[in-house]
């Protein structure tokens, strides 16, 4: 018994002498938290305000204790990044010339006001990406992991309670029933987005965990993220799980993968047709479909569309600054109904739009060509670093990491989840941890093995 602890006590010391892991950890443990839950009822915004003022400070804190102290746990630094894969370095390079544009592209925009305040936040949100990439969350991310679950699981519960009306948490004034399932959320499509990752995460969980009980909390999670997903009807989100899931399968069972991709689809198609709202609005797609009427299949989403293209035309290099999309939406609609020659109206009274419903399509209308080619890349290059690695290695973590990645830029196709912190926060903490475990040396992926 006296050496087993001779063993031990050295790991405990060096675990203790790693201050800025805890902190940083318990600060993004934190953010998952109040990002998902925390609303203020007397605010303007009274979901979004408080959510950004806590992931705003709580990553500045995390930022801070994880960088400024010291690594004294004896771990083995990363390895060069030039000995990196290609695909990693790209990763790496294009998100940092995205970022160096986009600031310049604040400082000519000619809001210049609007866009250098919308820089500070998007300079701190993109903090992430490094702590993701940082031994905090190396040491803490299945504990953190367990937040974002153990968080979405409340909403999920508030979510179906709302739409049973049997709980309503406070008065919200909606256009349709569909809108009052947002729980401490605020907006379906945000909490169904942060339900589709929560799916694959939990799915992912029941696939690879190694005690029983883990696998049974994740599976039993997972039933209910996906009920509060069909209570939500947000097609975008279930793309987002279905595209998430297929790359999860894949990467875990390769050619026998077909017929648990199979199995999610006849599942997905069975509830569809059992829940009566979501079948509902099936008819009323493939109705749409039937006619051509385009503006009905993709949500009105296309006057938002032809704004950013506008807006991207006719500033291409630089754009109108991050943050202008809101500000300059009307004149450049108006301006992309004449060039069409049509008319791009959403009959909701919600008809205006301060996000262009894309977050790629977005990068180009806000910051120009040039930043949103090298964001589209860097996200390509993404892909090609952590799905070689999950690939290669066949490690639950990078078949998770991937598929969660995948999820979330699906999502962003038809939604803006890099713009909300309830689905920014885990997301970008994902493609950071993502990004590190893709190296191709050992030392490298070590740290949470």
Known sequence: MAKKRRKTAPSLRREARDPGAIVGAVALALVLAGTALVVDTEAAAAFDAPKRLIALVGIAVAAAATFAFPRTDGTVPAPPLLASPLARRLALGLAAAAFALAFVSALASPRRDIALDAMRSIAIFALLLPLGASRTVAKAGRWL???????????????????????????????????????????????????????????????????????????????????????????????????????LLVVLYRRRAILPMAAAVIAAALAVAAYAPLRQRAHELVAAARTNDWDAIVSFRGGAWAAAGEMARERPWLGYGPGTFGAEYVPHRLSAEIRARRRFVAPLMTSSYAEAHCDYLQVFSDAGVPAGLAVVGAVAALFAAIGAAAWRRRTAEAALLFAVVAAGATGALTWFPLQRPVIAVPLLLAAGRAWKISADTADDVGENA
């Not at 909606?174 to 499509?189: C, I, K, L, P």
């Open 145 to 247: 992991a367990g937040v974002f679950l153990a968080s979405t699981a409340v909403n999920a519960v508030v979510s179906i309670l709302e739409s049973r009306n049997l709980f309503h948490p406070f008065p919200l004034e909606t256009f349709g029933a569909r809108q009052e399932t947002g729980a401490f959320a605020g907006n379906v499509g945000y909490l169904a987005l942060a339900l589709a990752l929560a799916v694959v995460l939990a799915l992912g969980l029941v696939l690879t965990a190694r005690l029983p009980g883990a696998r049974l909390a994740a599976g039993l999670a997972g039933v209910l993220f996906v009920a509060a997903l069909l209570v939500n009807q947000n097609l975008t989100a279930l793309t987002a799980t279905l595209a998430g899931v297929a790359v």
